[in-house]
């Protein structure tokens, strides 16, 4: 068999190979950067989100959406409606109750951490 032959020149075409594999690797720029574009009005409404809201990468969100069929975003029931609904979100509490020796205690702890709504930006619609 040729490759059982000539075992030198087989093994050094497979360290070319390994070799020129490294250095094609070397030659590629490394890009970690992910960017999160999504298509269509969705992406288009996420950067307007972003830009108004002043969301930055990595904060830890929640998106609350308000509908209705009757009412617009100007109307002040609307506007009241939405306001109630996120002043019962922020007082929100999450209780733990633990008794140690005999004594009770009580660690509670905001459920949200913070809002903010079209309203608080005052940006137009």
């Known amino acids: 068999m ?6 030198r020149w087989v093994a050094l075409v497979w360290f070319l190979i390994v070799l020129g594999g490294f250095g094609a ?6 890009d970690t950067d992910i960017k999160l574009e999504g298509p269509g009005e969705a992406g288009e409404a996420f950067e307007l989100y972003k830009e ?3 969301v930055e990468e990595g904060d830890i969100q929640e998106i609350v959406v308000f509908e209705s069929d009757s009412l617009r975003v100007d109307d002040p029931e609307y506007q ?3 306001s109630r609904l996120m002043d019962e979100l ?3 509490r999450a209780e733990e109750t ?6 009770r205690a009580v660690n509670s702890r905001r459920v949200v ?3 903010t ?6 940006l137009p619609r």
């Open 2 to 7: 040729w490759s059982a032959a000539r075992r």
């Open 113 to 115: 951490s913070g809002t």
């Open 98 to 103: 633990e008794t140690v020796g005999g004594a």
């Open 25 to 30: 690797c070397q030659g590629v720029p490394v």
């Open 90 to 92: 922020r007082a929100l």
């Open 52 to 54: 108004r809201f002043s």
């Open 80 to 82: 009241a409606t939405v």
């Open 117 to 122: 709504t079209h309203y608080d930006t005052g």
